[in-house]
């Protein structure tokens, strides 16, 4: 049986957002795994290499919060659910506000890597 990797994962998905917020493209890379798909909230599938383009350039996050996050470790699989509200644009755009997440995150050799995040988008107003 494996140990419980709630708090490694919390770490990573915060790890995550902070390198995005950066445009730390390195660690960025490090974290996703070659395999990783977004499901995004705008109803759009993208890959690894395109979601680092997208993050390193016209993405932009100013700010990221979470609001929960419910760790589901299953054998050499977790997957993370959270509620977050950040401020965000791509290009003109903005895409600001409180969306749910579900990042899915796959045990290689002893390394946890992030294989999946779907999100949906914008919610409304938490109070």
Same mark, same amino acid.
């Given at each position: 049986?494996?140990?419980?990797?709630?708090?490694?994962?919390?770490? &990573?998905?915060?790890a995550w957002m902070n390198a995005w917020? =950066?445009?730390?493209? %390195? %660690?960025?890379?490090?974290?996703?795994?070659?395999?990783?798909? &977004?499901? @995004?909230? #705008?109803?759009?599938?993208?890959?690894?290499?395109? +979601? &680092?383009?997208?993050?390193? @350039?016209?993405?932009?996050?100013?700010?990221?919060?979470?609001? @929960? =996050?419910?760790?589901?470790?299953?054998?050499?699989? =977790?997957?993370?659910?959270?509620?977050? #509200?950040? %401020?965000?644009? *791509?290009?003109?755009?903005? +895409?600001?506000? *409180?969306?749910? &997440?579900?990042? %899915? +995150?796959?045990l290689r050799g002893d390394r946890w890597? *992030?294989?999946?995040?779907?999100?949906?988008?914008?919610?409304? =107003? *938490?109070?």
């Open positions: 049986m494996l140990p419980d990797p709630t708090n490694e994962l919390l770490e &990573l998905e915060r917020i =950066a445009k730390d493209r %390195a %660690a960025c890379e490090d974290i996703l795994d070659d395999e990783f798909l &977004l499901s @995004s909230a #705008r109803g759009i599938l993208i890959r690894k290499d395109e +979601w &680092l383009a997208g993050a390193m @350039s016209a993405f932009n996050c100013r700010e990221f919060e979470w609001l @929960s =996050a419910l760790v589901r470790p299953f054998e050499r699989f =977790a997957l993370v659910h959270s509620t977050i #509200r950040q %401020a965000a644009s *791509v290009g003109e755009q903005d +895409w600001s506000g *409180v969306f749910m &997440l579900t990042d %899915a +995150w796959v890597k *992030v294989v999946s995040r779907h999100g949906t988008g914008p919610l409304p =107003a *938490v109070a």
